[in-house]
Antibody
Framework: EVQLVESGGGLVQPGASLKLSCVAS????????MSWVRQTPGKTMEWIGD????????NYAPSLKNRFTISRDNAKSTLYLQMSNVRSEDTATYYC??????WGQGVMVTVSS | DIQMTQSPSSLPASLGDRVTITCRAS??????LRWFQQKPGKSPRLMIY???NLAAGVPSRFSGSRSGSDYSLTISSLESEDMADYYC?????????FGSGTKLEIK
């Protein structure tokens, strides 16, 4: 059974950095592109970006490219999302996905002072 | 970016009704269209991929279709467990973009 478990969320101050993790199991992690998607409290869904199975290529939503970085560690079957200079509009639930086919349970990030 | 215009935003319906949700793409996306169901407090669930293909485990009362740049999700006979939010997603090109969602609720 595919499992994607996100962690690392919480309350963070504006301007700070945060790194989310997603531990994968139940499939061969190194064979799959992975992606991050977020959902705002108002339920708007936004694709953040994705990463190639070997980590050699990443692709981002243009509006987030300068602040968000996706990476992976295939030895640990773990996907990461590094968020920098966070803003209130980054408040959302962040989902790890296998290119939107399978989804984790999500992790909440709240940006507030 | 490709814009996905989803309608309606809210759809009151009765059990047993046939309901249809539509997304219109602002440019050609071929059949690179997915539909998701999301229940309260849960993650999205893939229902339809490739515009018309049922994902694994999805009941046959769900179907997807395409007419030009309009993509539809149809539930042939609404059941109580279908009450949820539904989203479309185009995966033709980056950045992938979602529709704004449809809340399917009991009339």
């Amino acid at each position: 059974e595919v499992q994607l478990v996100e962690s690392g969320g919480g309350l963070v101050q504006p301007g700070a950095s945060l790194k989310l993790s997603c531990v994968a199991s139940g499939f061969t992690f190194s064979d799959y592109w992975m992606s991050w998607v977020r959902q705002t409290p108002g339920k708007t869904m936004e694709w953040i970006g994705d990463i190639k199975y070997d980590g050699s290529y990443t692709n981002y939503a243009p509006s987030l490219k300068n602040r968000f970085t996706i990476s992976r560690d295939n030895a640990k079957s773990t996907l990461y999302l590094q968020m920098s200079n966070v803003r209130s509009e980054d408040t959302a639930t962040y989902y790890c996905t296998i290119t939107t086919t399978d989804w984790g349970q999500g992790v909440m990030v709240t940006v507030s002072s | 970016d490709i814009q996905m215009t989803q309608s309606p935003s809210s759809l009151p319906a009765s059990l047993g009704d046939r309901v249809t949700i539509t997304c219109r793409a602002s440019q050609d996306i071929g059949n690179y269209l997915r539909w998701f169901q999301q229940k309260p407090g849960k993650s999205p669930r893939l229902m339809i991929y490739g515009a018309t293909n049922l994902a694994a485990g999805v009941p046959s009362r769900f179907s997807g279709s395409r007419s030009g740049s309009d993509y539809s999700l149809t539930i042939s006979s609404l059941e109580s467990e279908d009450m949820a939010d539904y989203y479309c997603l185009q995966s033709k090109e980056s950045p992938l973009t979602f529709g704004s969602g449809t809340k399917l609720e009991i009339k």
